[in-house]
């Protein structure tokens, strides 16, 4: 009898889990050329419900793979929230209308909502052009990371095994192989293989509250059912998010006894269905009616759980993101844009690691900037929850939720809940130094739009939409008013350092590869006008191309612009700013002083071989 062989493969990253952090993670991995694989166990994507709620970074984030125009397109805008509180007849009333986001540098100042299945099918199209496709039907069975030291530390070794098993393959065929990554990511949700098999803890506390959801396209005299509504009454708290072709999806508060099974303390989805969820939603609802005109698109139920991981990295080569690491209510829509926004964060290090341009030290930042934010996150979310699933202020109620109370909170955290206020701390990866020189910029944040004026042609652009997530640092030269004498000099002698062999600029470079293989994108940015404006006169570096060369003037309609410097804080001495490959701002450096970058990017790159 013959004696089968175990397929046997290797690959840079192998992904486990094709949810929204697992295709984010894949997508820009792909993006980068990296070798990557990514498995589900799902024999299918999926088709409607789950999550729902894209923030305005995340949005931001998308642009910047190039996949942004088609979740605007696909997807409802939420630009309003309503806030509604027990009427003096016994129902509900509206109490006030405020925007939905607050974040004032926000560039998309709304929430855009889809189904998951519709944003995971984005990353799945974008994946497969570039050659990567999810192996469904595929589970891992066991997984082992070297305990050699030498090993592990050689950027070129592949020291975690995983087995993985297919289930859909016909009897007589392999089901199993052995996988040699370099790189494990475990996005395998909130009941995470991979994170059982490294023994991580899940540290935190299940809430008492409980909560149903529904999907529908609604029949329905709710004035605010195209807003985000924010429902506190006598009957419990609901929230109304508009969806995409007119579906509405609905959360409402349930009572312990209508779903938790006395014997095992858990959820029990036989004890309720969707035709009783929709009675708690109508009485939520009261006085306003609701019909679902083609029936329940889909529903679930589910107690609000607020945990975070004990770690999110072993040996910086299993690393665990979204769900797999942290877990809260869907209250404030950050479920989902954590999970990507971990990814997005992962996957430029884990890109800049394999190609050998950074030392894998690097990856430790991932840990420390996104358990630091999901231990922020979720303490806010105890403290929405909590007002959101807390009873209404009413005479009978004196310790009750204020409407005004519950608002302000709302409006208060807007930074945080758009994802624009996330902040990292000083890292390898993050130098906290010359702050006062963008005084309109953080240091650990994300860089803010702004439109500038192409010298070469008047055309505006949308700065962010210069930071593409394409793995390279861009290095945006406010150069100050060029035609002044000294202004000019001062930029001269830095380009003069920037050119010197000991600079970051020659250091990393990677011999043989054309620019768009660099690890740095120059941007000239020039106080002026550009009537009259030369980008010719700029030193070649500054203008590797005719398209590189921006100035902060008024646009040609009179319209807009004119005032980016002073937006930024960047005063007429100018700044050169390093923007990592995520959108963030990792340091600032004076002109006169540009070689204070050379440590920064010391700290973590690596010289090509």
């Not at 062989?5 to 894949?26: H, K, R, T």
């Not at 370099?182 to 803890?201: M, N, P």
């Not at 593409?468 to 290095?475: A, G, I, N, T, V």
């Amino acid at each position: 009898m013959p004696v089968s062989v175990v397929p046997y493969s290797e690959v840079d990253v192998l992904i486990i889990g094709a949810g929204p952090a697992g295709l984010m993670c894949a997508n820009a991995l792909a993006n980068a050329r990296v070798n990557v694989r990514i498995v589900d166990k799902r024999a299918a994507k999926i088709a409607a419900g789950q999550a729902d709620g894209i923030s305005p970074r995340t949005i931001e984030v998308f642009q910047s793979y190039g996949i942004g125009e088609r979740l605007l397109k696909e997807s409802a805008q939420v630009h309003q929230a309503a806030f509604y509180n027990p009427s003096a007849s016994g129902g509900i009333e509206l109490t006030s209308r405020a925007p939905d986001v607050t974040a004032p540098s926000a560039r998309y100042p709304f929430e855009v909502a889809l189904h998951q299945g519709g944003i995971e099918a984005i990353f799945l199209d974008s994946m497969s052009a570039l050659g990567v496709e999810v192996e469904r039907s595929t589970i891992p069975t066991s997984l082992y990371i070297s305990k050699d030291e030498n090993e592990l530390a050689d950027p070129a070794s592949h020291p975690v095994r995983v087995a993985l098993q297919r289930l859909d393959v016909p009897e007589g065929q392999p089901q199993e192989e052995i996988v040699h990554a370099k790189f494990v990511v475990g996005a395998d949700g909130a009941h995470s293989w991979v994170r059982k098999q490294l023994d991580i803890a899940m540290e935190g506390e299940q809430s008492e509250f409980i909560w149903g959801v529904l999907d529908m396209v609604p029949d329905t005299n709710f004035p605010d059912v195209r807003n985000k509504s924010l429902v506190h009454s006598n009957h419990g708290s609901a929230l109304l998010v508009p969806r995409e072709q007119d579906r509405l999806r609905i959360y409402m508060q349930l009572e312990d006894k209508d779903v938790i099974d006395p014997a095992t303390g858990r959820v029990d989805k036989e004890r309720i269905g969707p035709e009783e969820l929709l009675r708690v939603a109508r009485r939520s609802l009261y006085p306003y009616s609701l019909n679902p005109t083609t029936g329940i698109l889909w529903w679930t139920l589910y107690i609000i759980g607020q945990r975070v991981a004990s770690r999110f990295s072993v040996e910086n080569r299993v690393l665990i993101a979204g769900d797999a690491c942290h877990t809260h209510s869907p209250k404030a829509g950050q479920g989902m844009n954590a999970s990507m926004n971990d990814a997005h964060n992962l996957a430029w290090k884990i890109a800049l690691v394999v190609r050998g341009w950074a030392d894998s030290s690097l990856l430790s930042t991932y840990e420390s900037e996104r358990r630091k934010y999901a231990l922020d996150l979720i303490a806010f979310d105890k403290m929405f929850s909590t007002l959101f699933s807390g009873k209404p202020l009413t005479e009978e109620n004196s310790d009750g939720v204020a409407p005004e109370h519950f608002m302000k909170t709302f409006q208060k955290f807007g930074g945080f809940t758009s994802g624009i206020g996330v902040h990292y701390d000083p890292s390898v990866a993050v130098l906290d130094r010359n702050q006062e020189l963008a005084s309109g910029l953080v240091i650990g944040e994300r860089f803010p739009p702004y439109k500038f004026i192409r010298a070469a042609d008047a055309w505006p652009f949308e700065i962010q939409d210069l930071l593409p997530s394409d793995f390279r640092f861009k290095l945006l030269v406010f150069t100050g008013d060029y035609s002044d004498p000294r202004q000019q000099a001062s930029v001269k002698s830095m380009v003069a350092n920037l050119q010197t062999p000991e600079s970051f600029l020659n250091r990393y470079t990677t011999p043989g590869k054309s620019s768009e293989n660099s690890r740095f994108d120059i941007i000239t940015i020039s106080k002026g006008r550009k009537d009259g404006f030369d980008f010719l006169q700029f030193p070649t570096l500054l203008r590797s191309h005719w398209s590189k060369v921006f100035v902060d003037d008024i646009d040609m309609s009179g319209s807009f612009g004119g005032t980016g410097y002073s937006y930024y804080g960047i005063g007429p001495e100018g700044a050169v700013v390093a923007v990592r490959p995520d959108g963030y701002v990792g340091a600032i450096a004076p002109l006169d002083h540009v070689e204070e970058l050379d440590a920064y990017f010391a700290s973590f790159m690596k010289i090509s071989a």
